[in-house]
């Protein structure tokens, strides 16, 4: 539990300190380099082309094709590059240009159960898969891949109850801590407040499933806004109401590894299968009741 609260509160941070990212995954989980500005020396055609002795053309191109590029954003597994007129344009990573991952838990696995050395390794091989086959290869979680036991009806069943109750504690510590971090909006404090002054609010804690079970029953309501709120979290790539599978993904690749239900869970709230997860879907995944489904909740 405590993991997953730290992760949350990674997560939230980095949601709010940089909305806008395309790719939502793991950029902050997964150290990496900032690839996308420098041109691999080598790689850069114009360096190649340069004559030994033409030093003082070559210092102008290269500023040239350093600019060109400085501020041209690529998203994940794409590099920026320029043609013969020096515009701008993304093009595939090359996977082998990834720096090598350091240690096990830079690996990642694909949804077509391979390790990837890192993150960096996936983008640039779904980038190239994509254009070849385009077929659906997605980042299925944190770290090599591994045998991960089926997931029973009975303990699918859980998951949701341990989930509402972690969300809770996260928003109750963000708030807890928010004096110095800033970490909510005004919006977002006004509603955890009503939770954390609530006096019947249970306490984090390892608790039996039937505690959390009578828990969610009596205090209903205190759940309804952490479970809008974690939607309103993943949802922004872009806003729309809609969580895809990449919106997701922050989520759910560090989440599988220590929960083997996760996969299936999140399968089954898309309830329609249309492979998106729509904030009513989500909400009552959760057991938020149709009525208390509110998207102005998801502030
Ligand atoms: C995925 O790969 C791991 C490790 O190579 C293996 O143990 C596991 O059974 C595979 N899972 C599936 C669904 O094939
Ligand atoms: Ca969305
Ligand atoms: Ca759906």
Redesign the pocket.
């Known amino acids: 539990m405590r993991v997953w609260i730290l992760f949350v509160l990674c997560l939230a941070a980095s949601a709010r300190a940089a909305p806008a990212e395309e790719e939502a995954f793991v950029e902050e989980l997964v150290t990496e380099e900032p690839v996308v500005e420098e041109p691999e020396v080598g790689a850069n055609p114009v360096q190649i082309e340069v004559g030994e002795f033409d030093e003082a053309i070559e210092i102008v191109e290269d500023d040239a094709v350093e600019n060109a590029c400085l501020n041209h954003h690529c998203k994940k597994g794409k590099v920026c590059e320029v043609d013969e007129s020096n515009t701008p344009m993304c093009v595939c990573q090359d996977p082998t240009t990834c720096p090598p991952a350091e240690a096990e838990f830079e690996h990642v696995c694909g949804t077509d159960n391979k390790t990837y050395d890192s993150s960096c390794h996936f983008f640039a091989t779904k980038c190239a898969e994509g254009t070849k086959k385009g077929h659906k290869l997605h980042l299925d979680y944190v770290g090599p891949c591994k045998f991960i036991e089926p997931c029973v009806d009975s303990e699918l069943h859980e998951f949701p109850l341990r989930m509402r109750d972690w969300l809770k504690n996260v928003l109750v510590t963000l708030y807890e801590r928010d004096l110095d971090h800033n970490l909510l909006t005004e919006k977002q404090k006004l509603r955890v407040k009503k939770i954390y002054e609530n006096e019947k609010r249970l306490q984090a804690g390892d608790h039996s499933l039937d505690l959390l079970a009578h828990d969610f029953k009596k205090n209903y309501n205190m759940y309804i806004f952490p479970v809008h709120w974690q939607f309103g979290q993943l ?10 599978h990449s ?1 997701l993904s922050p989520l759910r690749a560090p989440l599988i590894p220590m929960e083997h239900c996760t996969t299936r869970f999140f399968e089954e709230c898309d309830a329609d299968s249309d492979n998106y997860i729509a904030l009513e879907e989500w909400a009552a995944c959760f057991g938020v009741k149709e009525q208390d489904i509110d998207k102005e909740l998801v502030i």
């Open positions: 949802d922004q790539h872009p806003a729309d109401g809609y969580l895809t919106e």
